[in-house]
Every structure is written in C-alpha cells, then in structure tokens.
C-alpha cells in the first residue's frame, strides 16, 4: 500500500495533488507544529495578469502550536472577491468557482479542519480518492518526531512503499525505511505547463489557477506529470 502524508495547505499547488493521485492512501499531517510564513495557510494566484499571493488569516498561530490548535480568521469573503474578479474570464470558471465558493463558506473554524475539507474537495473534484486519514487520529507515540513519526504511521496504516516530496529527500534514509519493510520514493513534478491566456508562463500557482484554465481530461493529464525516484541511502 503506498502512502503519503502531508500538513494540510490551502489550495496548494498541483504537485501536492500529483502526490495524493500518485498513492492509495492519503494522511493529511495536522498535529505537527504550525509553521508561519509557509504554505498552510496562504497561496498564489493570476491576478491583473501577474503572480499574487493570497493568504487566509488566522487567530492564535504560533509555531509552538500544532496546526490543529489555530483557528481561521474572517477575511474568507475578500479572499472569494479576489479570486472571482482574477478569474470571471477563465474558461472554466462557471464549473469551479462553485468549488472555490463551497470551501471559502465552510463555518468550520478550525484551521486544519477547515484546510481537510478544502483538499478533499478539491480531490472530489479531481476525481482523485483515496483512502483518507488524519494524523491526530492515528495511533502513535506522541513523542517521536521526523521521521521516526513518519515511520510509525506507516507501520500503523500497514504501508509498503511511502513517497514524499523530491524537496524532502534529505530527511528519509531508504537503508531506515528498508529495516522496516516500507520503500521509500521520492516524486518530482515535471513541467506542468498549460494555457493561462497570458504570453507569460507562471508556474506551480494554487491548483485554483489549474482548475480555472483546465477541462477534467486536461487536469487529469496535469495529475499525471510526475516522477517517482527511489530513495537514497
């Protein structure tokens, strides 16, 4: 059984959906620490035909909190506002904002419970389903970290092969995962280039821009653009 396991982010980026397409099980990673300045909570956009960045407030971040214990902020319908008028001219975008619509009016306050029902949305809608867990409720000793807790997780989902991000590689050792009888991959996104009506290329946008520019034949295509690397040492 492959696995991944991921901290929840707000409408990332298409390689994280490579990755979620890519294994049958999914563990979206939320009682690790919240990191401020990175992805959980914030993306990237067109708008006025240049790269910009959106990001979801958040009450009661801190980095000695688990992203399970911050709660969301209020600024969800600006966020909306923003992303309709940069993409009202998008071919696609009578069918998907109704998606992006959905997951920005979720009540839930809970920031990781809020990003978990963004990602299964989106993988609905991607037609990408696998098997669905959340670290917090997964058994496991609480006081391993790195990989150690990556590992446990694994062996208690029963995982054969566990794939993570190429940009991880140096935190995994195959000889580790090998004593345990899991195999380790890592997946590199090729090009992913497609169409944003614009003569200028801006790559690994949220997976809002993809869905905007993209059918479900060409998305699913987009999904498929990966590499899997065999782990090393």
Avoid at 116 to 123: K, M
Avoid at 182 to 208: G, H, M, T
Wanted: proline residues 4%; charged residues 25%; hydrophobic residues 35%.
């Amino acid at each position: 059984m492959k696995l991944a396991i991921m901290q929840p982010y707000l409408f990332p980026y298409i390689g994280y959906f490579q990755l979620i397409n890519a294994v049958d099980a999914f563990v979206v990673y939320d009682d690790v620490n919240y990191m401020k300045g990175g992805w959980i909570n914030r993306n990237r956009i067109l708008a006025n035909k240049e790269e910009h960045l959106f990001t979801l407030q958040v009450r009661g971040a801190s980095p000695n909190k688990r992203i399970n214990e911050v709660s969301t902020g209020g600024n969800k319908e600006k966020l909306l506002t923003t992303i309709r008028q940069s993409y009202a001219q998008s071919k696609c975008f009578e069918s998907v904002f109704p998606l992006i619509e959905s997951v920005f009016r979720n009540p839930e306050e809970n920031l990781s419970k809020f990003l978990d029902n963004g990602l299964r949305n989106a993988c609905d809608f991607l037609n990408v389903r696998p098997t669905w867990f959340v670290s917090s409720q997964i058994s496991k000793d609480e006081s391993l970290t790195g990989q150690d807790r990556v590992l446990a997780i694994c062996k208690e989902l029963r995982a054969t092969h566990y794939i993570n991000p190429i940009g991880g590689r140096s935190l995994y050792s195959k000889k580790v995962f090998e004593r345990e009888g899991i195999s380790l991959s890592f997946i590199e996104q090729k090009a992913s280039r497609y169409n944003q009506n614009y003569a200028d290329w801006v790559p690994n946008l949220s997976i809002i821009d993809v869905l905007m520019f993209n059918d479900p034949a060409e998305c699913s295509q987009l999904l498929s653009e990966y590499e899997l690397i065999e782990g090393a040492g």
